[in-house]
């Protein structure tokens, strides 16, 4: 069968698809891009500390908890990031559990949950002592900053320079809570100093890197001096410490009392099935999109400064949830595991999804992908989430909310609903689909895509799932239980 047939059976699918979700696609007026990504923590205190694009707001977080009555209790985030949902809700009283996989994304989330239980005024006089004293700008020993094959000329020599005097400094300080602190300092700089870019599926690199000769000059604009950029951060580390910068009134300061954040670094599916069934009040969480992005590459430098070498990184980028094109089947979770059978059925018997897939292949065959890899990574993405979903689900109490924001994709041609896949994975984990909220803009394709196929809005989510009780799992239709009585 030709691509062109499949492409037009996906099309009458998904116009069902819709019509069985119509009424839980809801669109939210509340919601924008900017409350839906890491653009809002621009301005909020200790979110601002460290560029985690791939995040969404304590702003959203917030509202997510006021608006599916998560209150107490404890809540999980699978997919932790910069910590975004554990922070927030820490500060309204909740415990929180994250599991993220990325070294330097749990130095992120560990440091800072450092700086917050930590005798404020004297850690910020510590690091502003360190700041004047200007030591990495005198002549002495170094410790080299070791690239790696693609992060190889990051910085101007001076700026490699002074980085390596500053690793040599704050590694002869014998308060090693401060040596931290200050390697989180450049962690946080690392970008604003270098020739790269993050930009989506890859650090970008500025002409003045040598890296692009011959290609379209890229120009990032201003890099900044190394001591500029650490006297900025290490103030605003401090400003927001002291609650210099904080913009809620005295009271709130005299009562706050954060509470416990427990952080698990690996893969959520590898820990996930470790955890006893219904021990989570909530979950929220963002996972990667089925869009391509490496996070490995685009937090090479990061990586690279917390001295993860080149295997570990090509061992971290098949561990990840299958986004990008080289990622391979994860075969060794689900062969004999019983924990994932039920998610494997579910995924398996998708018509719609196998429909997307075989379309997919069909374009490889015909030679109109632009990467062969394209049909196993949708194919994977979608097994490894229902396995994560059904996990979750069975991790939640009953009628506890199960939040997730995540983007529907687009490729050689076709939308992929993402969104309503997913939710059909959790209808047959036991939860209820209460809600999809839509944003009221979504967001545009590739310009690959629109120059070949048009343009098309893609729908942006945040879904609100509900674990049913073990009564209502009992009162469902036949057909729906069909996944969870195997």
Known sequence: MSSESIKSQIEQA???????????????????????????????????????????????????????????????????????????????????????????????????????????????????DFKNSRIWEQSGDRIEFNYLRITQNAFSRETKYSLERYLYEIEQLRDRDLSRVLRFVLLCILESISYTRKDGQYLRWDWRSGRNAGKNKFDKGKILDFTEAVDLKIEEICGDLLWENFLFPPTFIEQYNPRKIELLIGSCLNILPTFEDSSFDGVVTSPPYCNRYDYTRTYALELNL??????????????????????????????????????ILSWKSHKFLNLVVDYLEQCREEKKLNNNGIPRMVKNYFKEMAMMIFEVSRLLKSNAPFVMVNDNVRYQGIHIPVDLILSDFAKDAGLEIEKIWVLPRGKGNSSQQMGIHGREEIRKCVYVWRKLSIKEQQAMKPTQTLVLQQ
Not at 39 to 63: M, T, V
Not at 98 to 121: D, H, K, W, Y
Not at 317 to 339: I, P
């Open 306 to 343: 917390l001295g993860v070498g080149e295997e570990t990184i090509k061992n971290l980028r098949q561990a990840m949830l299958s986004c990008t094109v080289e990622n391979r089947e994860k075969d060794h979770l689900s062969s004999g595991n019983f924990r994932y059978e039920n998610a």
């Open 14 to 128: 998904t116009r069902k698809l819709h019509e069985k979700y119509y009424d839980s696609l809801v669109v939210n007026p509340d919601l924008d891009r900017k409350l839906v990504s890491f653009q809002a923590n621009k301005y909020e205190n200790e979110s601002r500390w460290c560029k985690y694009k791939e995040g969404f707001s304590s702003a959203l977080i917030q509202y997510i908890f006021e608006n599916t009555g998560i209150q107490s209790g404890r809540v999980l985030d699978p997919f932790a990031g910069s910590g975004t949902t554990l922070f927030t809700a820490s500060d309204r009283g909740i415990d929180s559990m994250g599991i993220e996989l990325l070294p330097s994304s749990a130095e992120m989330i560990e440091v800072r949950q450092f700086l917050r239980t930590s005798n404020r005024e004297e850690i910020a006089q510590k690091l502003r």
